[in-house]
């Protein structure tokens, strides 16, 4: 058997990145990234797509029961929020001054920090 090339994109979105979640039951929702699953092409965000998982009891959950925490988002259902509008913005690539590529908002052209 075979193995497949496994390609795996350049997401333009890092961890601590803030996003809104533009598709879906979380359409909306604001947070900060949390883990970003390249592999997958999806992201965890802070407080969007909640979902309800039954757990069995263990040491840290004595009691088990049922927890709420967040599920993984497709990268293409959120994007980054810009810092000088507070609006979703797609992103760029520019050079700055000391010749590095850096992520800045197409919106307002500032850089994106975390």
């Given amino acids: ?19 809104q979640v533009i598709a879906g039951d979380s359409k909306g ?11 997958v092409n ?3 965000v802070e407080g969007a797509n909640m979902v309800s998982r039954h757990t069995k009891p263990n040491a840290a959950n004595p009691n088990g029961g049922i927890v709420k ?15 000088k509008t507070g609006k979703p913005t797609r992103i760029g690539k520019q050079k700055n001054a000391e010749g590095k ?14």
Wanted: overall charge positive.
């Fill in 69 to 83: 925490k967040e599920a993984a988002i497709h990268v293409s259902n959120v994007m980054v929020v810009d810092a």
């Fill in 1 to 19: 058997m075979q193995k497949k090339n496994l390609i795996i994109p350049k997401l333009t979105i890092r961890k601590g990145d803030l996003v």
């Fill in 101 to 114: 590529f850096v992520r800045i908002s197409k919106k307002s052209g500032e850089e994106i920090k975390l």
């Fill in 29 to 39: 929702k604001q947070g900060k990234i949390v883990e970003v699953l390249t592999k």
């Fill in 42 to 44: 999806r992201v965890i």
